[in-house]
């Protein structure tokens, strides 16, 4: 079935440094969004990728979608406390379903 | 305020007693979809709908049903709940009909199934 591959599933990082985590598809994706889940909350939409190439910077955050829409990765530059959580991303299946990749999910050391 | 809300929060109940959990937007969105959440797993969708009378099965639907009678309305019933439906439950809405775009999640129900 469809699905989409994120790695890494966790990821320790000592505040200051940077953090990546990629979502990778078999198939070509018409968009990809990206949300983050803090311990005990409900995850929030962060961002949507839609063209080939695309590159998106949110201050600290920078999200790029691959030039065949196959793949896209998620940057943090120097990692703050407040960065902890679960990075997911997901995507729109075929038949109006949604497709979520496991997350990664952030620890910060101060 | 734009929201999503779940009711209950959380809930213990026992195999085999029918419950429901119920979801409303205030955002007249049109889509609407329930996801449970497991350690290793992550979120897996159970059911989704793209508008009033219209509900098509995600990746999980086994043992769930749903119904949408109104647009802003989308509950999740168990009709024999069982030990494996154990899980953290997410409703979320979009304005999308296909769900992409951004979703607005609600706060999460934490199910026990003893």
């Known amino acids: 079935g469809q699905q989409v591959m994120q790695i890494p599933q966790y990821q320790h990082v000592q505040e200051g440094e940077d953090f990546t985590t990629y979502c990778n598809s078999s198939?070509?994706?018409?968009?990809i969004q990206w949300y983050k889940q803090r311990p005990g909350g409900h995850p929030v939409f962060l961002i949507q990728?839609?063209?080939?190439?695309e590159v998106k910077k949110q201050k600290r955050l920078t999200f790029q979608f691959g030039e065949a829409k196959k793949n896209s990765s998620l940057h943090i530059t120097a990692t703050q406390t407040t960065d902890v959580g679960t990075y997911f991303c997901t995507y729109g299946g075929s038949q109006g379903n949604l497709i979520f990749g496991k997350g990664t999910k952030l620890s910060v050391k101060p | 305020e734009a929201q999503v809300t779940q009711n209950p929060r959380y809930l213990i109940t026992v195999t085999g007693k029918k419950l429901t959990v119920t979801c409303s937007q205030n955002?007249?969105?049109?889509?609407m979809s329930w996801y449970r959440q497991d350690p290793g797993l992550g979120l897996r969708q159970i059911y989704y709908?793209?508008?009033?009378?219209?509900?098509d099965k995600g990746d999980v639907p086994e043992g769930y049903k749903v119904s949408r009678k109104e647009k802003r309305n989308f509950p999740l019933i168990l009709e024999s709940p069982s030990p494996n439906q154990t899980s953290l439950y997410f409703c979320?809405?979009?304005?999308?009909?296909?769900?992409?775009?951004?979703?607005?999640f609600g706060e999460g129900s934490r199910l026990t199934v003893l």
């Open positions: 979320a809405s979009s304005r999308i009909p296909r769900g992409t775009g951004e979703l607005f």
């Open positions: 990728l839609v063209k080939s190439g």
């Open positions: 198939t070509t994706l018409s968009n």
């Open positions: 955002m007249n969105h049109e889509y």
């Open positions: 709908s793209m508008n009033v009378e219209v509900t």
